[in-house]
């Protein structure tokens, strides 16, 4: 059975933190795990991912707030979000790229509002 399952989301006030995890099955050969978000009213953009030999890749503007790691006893990639501003709301979204195929979890919501 395959799957991605993304959990941790929720609402945090400006400079809260949250951690997201994407725990994953029945996908082999996977080059990266990543995490996409989507804000309100824009499209899907990439924020981070990390490759099956730890090289890792954040977005401009999370760059120093947010890590992506991963637990691979645990078949887990998480997403710490640290010193999180309103512009970081939207849904993430676990991807996870095998050759040419790309895998989607069903997202979760970060809202992040005083």
């Known amino acids: 059975q395959v799957y991605l399952v993304e959990s941790g989301g929720g609402l945090v006030q400006p400079g809260g933190s949250l951690r997201l995890s994407c725990a994953r099955s029945?996908?082999?050969?996977?080059?990266?795990m990543g995490w996409y978000r989507q804000p309100p009213g824009k499209q899907r953009e990439l924020v981070a991912w990390i490759t099956s030999d730890g090289t890792t890749y954040y977005r401009d503007s999370v760059k120093g707030r947010f890590t992506i790691s991963r637990d691979n006893a645990r078949n887990t990639v998480y997403l710490q979000l640290n010193s999180l501003k309103s512009e970081d709301t939207g849904v993430y979204y676990c991807?996870?790229?095998?050759?040419?195929?790309?895998?989607w979890g069903q997202g979760t919501q970060v809202t992040v509002s005083s």
């Open positions: 029945g996908i082999f050969s996977i080059n990266r």
């Open positions: 991807n996870a790229r095998a050759g040419a195929i790309d895998y």
